[in-house]
């Protein structure tokens, strides 16, 4: 089935027609990998569409630029605007925003100088690894491919180049017939999904890897976070080794795209119940109550289109 592309992009300070946003061959990013991006949801809620945590994702576009020296030629309130422009574009027909920004054509060397140039796409995404994930949750296996080690590439920048660790991780995954796959950082001890931060539930409390743990300080990770812990729930941040995953009560993945995703299994040994557990249930809730109103948005998480 072939993707059927949104009419209208947003692409060095002007809404184009999507076949327009063009960039040369030769582009210092194609070559080196040299970009930096972010993955930005809109929902319905009961008083009208929101992007989610918008400014906050913009705001880690910035700061995954200066950890790569790429100077912006944009502020991030124009790069929210841009983003709000391109959905009112597409006549909110989208769920998805994708912000890049890149080192353009310029020079050749990996140290060359180029223009940072930037896009904003957006796109129906629905359920990133499938339908019905939500609620009945996927079958993950550990994946014989590790994340890069401290102070090789930097995974706390959201960089084009280290989702090739990524691709591995994931191809590998759904070469095998498991859902999505799940990385060991260089020590050895679990880092985190594809692309997706982890959960652990034991004893009713929520365990997550560490930022150390060679993984993206995910926003829908830090969501989760805030809102188990004003509803009560413990949440502990530290190592976890690799067997911990077929010893939890329950376990589950989140990101931006796959929402909170349960983890039915892991390397063929069943997690739990075999069932979304009580606890990711209940993490669900918290969290797509924000867009049903359920949920108190006390830190203006959803703003306005």
Known sequence: MSMQYPEWIWHNGAIKHWAEATTHVMSHALHYGSSVFEGIRTYQTPNGPVIFRLTDHNTRLFASAKIYDMAMPYTVEQVNQACRDVIHANNNTTDYLRPVAYR??????????????????????????????????????????????????????????????????????????????????????????????????????????????????????????????????????????????????EL?????????????????????????????????ELFFGLFEGKTPDKRGWLEAL
């Open 104 to 249: 353009g054509l310029g020079g050749f060397g990996l140290s060359a100088d180029t223009p940072t140039d930037l896009a904003v796409a957006t796109w129906k995404m629905g359920q990133y690894l499938g339908a019905s994930v939500l609620e009945q949750g996927i079958d993950a296996c550990v994946s014989s491919w590790q994340r890069f080690a401290p102070n090789t590439l930097p995974a706390g920048a959201k960089a084009g180049g280290n989702y090739l660790s990524g691709q591995l991780v994931a191809r590998e995954a759904r070469r095998l017939g498991f859902g999505e796959g799940i990385a060991l950082a260089s020590t050895g001890l679990l880092s985190e999904g594809a692309g997706e931060n982890l959960f652990l539930v034991f004893e009713g409390a929520l365990h997550t890897t560490p930022v150390s743990a060679a993984l993206l300080n995910g926003i829908t990770r830090n969501t989760i976070i805030t809102l188990a812990r004003d509803a009560g729930v413990e949440v502990v941040e530290r190592d976890l080794p690799r067997e911990y995953l077929y010893l939890c009560d």
């Open 252 to 284: 589950f993945m989140c990101g931006t795209a796959a929402e909170i995703t349960p983890i039915r299994s892991v390397d063929g040994r069943q997690v739990g119940t075999g069932k979304p557990g009580p606890v990711t249930r209940r993490v669900q």
